[in-house]
């Protein structure tokens, strides 16, 4: 009883000199020195030495204990030190006004750490895989906790505390600063700083989707051999490397008669074989100057990837159409001027199954045909080498499989998430089984896209491969949708001719083929901007009639003689902002191939939507109450001003945040709306103006 009497007190006592070292940071934004601030800790503890020797049974003193526990501090993202200082951060902030009590801070604190030491590996790779991130690029959080095994919220608290290289260029999936950060006006500043150095600029709060890194292809830049991958203990790897379209051309023949795999090169200078992936980014910087910065990064994965990770004796994959070949890899990379220096990069291979592939879909499991889905030309498969090498066991033969595509019922899981009725999502699910095509339409701000995003993962079985979404804009075209004549590399690595290669929704359409149970869904983003005839052209006539077929502009005029069809398992979800352009100006055609489901901020589901929002995150209805107002005065019924403004749960950390965005983001688009016709919008619309006709306080408590 007297021992836990006094860890009890040695604990009251410890959490206290931790909660007023915080609280004294709280007082000193600028920072302090471990021993200046610990100075004055001890002033607030005037019988600090009796206190402590009544409580401790250790000859630690108070300071040392004092500097180990707030090793927790920056674990959890409270504390963070820099260049011997150290700052208490935004999150810290929020604790100190959370908790009130020393000892349930210091219980926090003990348990975040507890998350971090049971998780070391995890943070270390972590760690490693935000240094990976260049300057330039980002990368989402939750697709760095999916590589990790971590949860999003203690690892974006940990990246808070620890700030290794790179900490500042995982964001949220939307290119934004991460919810879960907690970030302070301070904070804010030096973050966007940090990525305005970096050239990710942001628009609206949110730097450009096309500088993000996925985290497989994050992986692909880090070394993640094993200690000691390269002895003889390393185990076996798998390798995707595709060669059925090198240049527009089909490699697959050549590689099972000849014995190899290769990789396109022919501006690559040579590099010896186990190159560092420094080496290899600073030789495709200069040699492959002309391609985007993008196409630069996936091109220095796949470079070393194939001469300096692959090994002898691992397992390579490669596929003709349905095709699958498995092989084992039998030396090392070397550079051959060969085949019109289409793909000189080569290495052995003895092929398994030259005479028997395997079959795409009745074969493979459906998590690697998911990986083969992706677009990249070298793949780490290593996850999957133990079902691969089964795969090429002797099998006996079977029948073929019929599959044909079930749409799911719409779960409350989903609907909860969404914050609507499970009957209304589930009507959106079979308008779809009558006719998988549909548009959400309506005002700005009601959730349109968002909506489409999460019901096609839903549809898609969460396969994030089997969903693409594309936006429409004047300028878009058919050649840009479907296909259309690029230029290609001629054989003799001399000059250029032109073929026609896929666009996105021929993509997606070979991939739904070879998939025919699996839903595969296009988002068509803004639909209402191109011009839809234009950019359909043929396709237009396969949107009603499924199991028709038509010759297609370019492929059938190369004399394939295919006609082409459109899938059953392919839907389309379109979204249209009746801002731009009312549904009475879409012409019939369109209105017959779609379903139109609208999203109204006056009309169920989205009416109800910012309420749900608010009450589960326990905040005051007043935002909800101002929207209803603030519609109420807008007289157009396609004008009126959807939840998602206001949604955003940074906004209510203090009272100007969401007078920031009714200033920034709503009075402006009422703006555009009144532009001419001699409407005072800050006096019709303005938050002081509703408020007073609510009743509401001028500056709500968040």
Aim: hydrophobic share 40%; charged share 25%.
């Amino acid at each position: 009883m007297a021992r836990s009497m006094m860890v009890s007190a040695w604990t009251e006592i410890t959490a206290r000199i931790q909660f007023t070292g915080a609280q004294i940071l709280a007082e000193h934004p600028e920072g302090m020195r471990g021993r200046e601030l610990w100075s004055l800790v001890e002033k607030r503890f005037p019988n600090l030495d009796q206190e402590w020797k009544q409580a401790s049974t250790g000859s630690t003193g108070p300071e040392k204990i004092f500097q180990w526990r707030s090793v927790g501090l920056v674990k959890y993202g409270w504390l963070t030190k820099s260049g011997g200082r150290w700052y208490l951060t935004s999150l810290g902030r929020v604790a100190l006004a959370q908790h009130v009590k020393a000892v349930a801070f210091f219980e926090e604190a003990e348990s975040g750490y507890r998350y971090w030491d049971k998780h070391k590996a995890g943070f270390d790779m972590a760690k490693r895989l935000a240094e990976a991130v260049p300057e330039g690029s980002w990368v989402a959080a939750g697709d760095l906790a999916s590589q990790t095994g971590l949860e999003i919220a203690p690892l974006v608290r940990w990246l808070q505390g620890e700030r290794p290289e790179g900490w500042h260029r995982v964001l949220d999936a939307d290119g934004g600063l991460p919810d879960d950060a907690h970030a302070d006006e301070r904070l804010r500043k030096e973050w966007q700083g940090l990525l305005i150095e970096d050239g990710l600029d942001a628009l609206l709060g949110m730097v450009p989707q096309d500088r993000r890194i996925s985290g497989a292809d994050l992986h692909q830049l880090v070394i993640d051999d094993p200690v000691g991958g390269d002895g003889p203990e390393r185990p076996r790897r798998a390798w995707l490397v595709r060669g059925s379209n090198v240049h527009g051309v089909n490699l697959v023949g050549d590689w099972l008669a000849e014995g190899y795999c290769s990789l396109p090169a022919s501006k690559l200078r040579e590099l010896p074989p186990g190159a560092a992936q420094e080496t290899i980014q600073a030789a495709v910087d200069v040699d492959y100057a002309h391609g985007s910065y993008n196409d630069r990064l996936k091109k220095t994965a796949e470079f070393h990837a194939f001469l300096s990770r692959m090994r002898e004796g691992d397992l390579v994959l490669s596929n003709d159409g349905g095709k699958v070949y498995l092989g084992h890899l039998k030396g090392g990379p070397a550079f051959r001027a060969s085949m019109g220096n289409r793909a000189n990069l080569q290495r052995p291979v003895r092929w398994l199954n030259p005479e028997t592939p395997l079959d795409f879909v009745d074969d493979l499991p459906d998590e690697i045909s998911a990986k083969l889905a992706t677009q990249h030309d070298v793949l780490d498969l290593t996850e999957f080498v133990e079902e691969l090498e089964r795969l090429i066991e002797p099998r006996p033969s079977r029948p073929p499989i019929t599959r044909e595509m079930v749409l799911p019922d719409a779960g409350a899981e989903l609907a909860g998430e969404l914050l609507v009725d499970q009957d209304w999502l589930q009507e959106c699910v079979e308008l779809l089984r009558d006719r998988p095509q549909m548009i959400f339409y309506g005002p700005p701000g009601t959730g349109k896209t968002y909506i489409a995003q999460h019901l096609a993962q839903f549809l898609a079985g969460g396969k994030p491969e089997n969903v693409k979404l594309v936006q429409f804009h004047p300028a878009y075209s058919y050649e840009d949708f479907f296909e259309g004549f690029r230029p290609v590399q001629t054989a003799d690595g001399q000059g250029v001719t032109f073929k026609p290669l896929p666009g996105p929704l021929l993509r997606l359409v070979d991939a739904a083929r070879q998939h025919p149970e699996e839903p595969h869904v296009l988002i068509i983003d803004e639909i209402n901007r191109g011009n839809l005839a234009k950019i359909f052209g043929e396709l237009y006539f396969l949107l009603e009639y499924r199991d028709k077929a038509v010759d297609l502009l370019y492929s059938s005029a190369e004399g394939t003689g295919q006609a082409f069809t459109l899938p059953k398992n392919l839907i389309i979800l379109g979204t249209m902002n009746t801002a731009d352009r009312s549904i009475a100006l879409v012409d019939a055609a369109m209105r017959r191939r779609f379903a139109f489901v609208e999203l109204h901020p006056e009309e169920t589901p989205t009416r109800e939507v910012l309420g749900r929002w608010l009450a589960g995150r326990e905040l005051p209805a007043d935002a909800a109450r101002l929207l209803a107002e603030l519609n109420a005065r807008i007289e157009d019924r396609d004008f009126k001003i959807g939840p998602s403004y206001l949604m955003r749960a940074g906004i209510y950390q203090d009272a100007k945040g969401f007078e920031r965005v009714w200033r920034t983001q709503i009075l402006p688009l009422l703006e555009e709306h009144h532009y001419g016709d001699g409407v005072e919008v800050s006096k019709r619309y303005g938050l002081p103006q509703l408020r007073q006709r609510l009743g509401l306080d001028q500056e709500p408590t968040p």
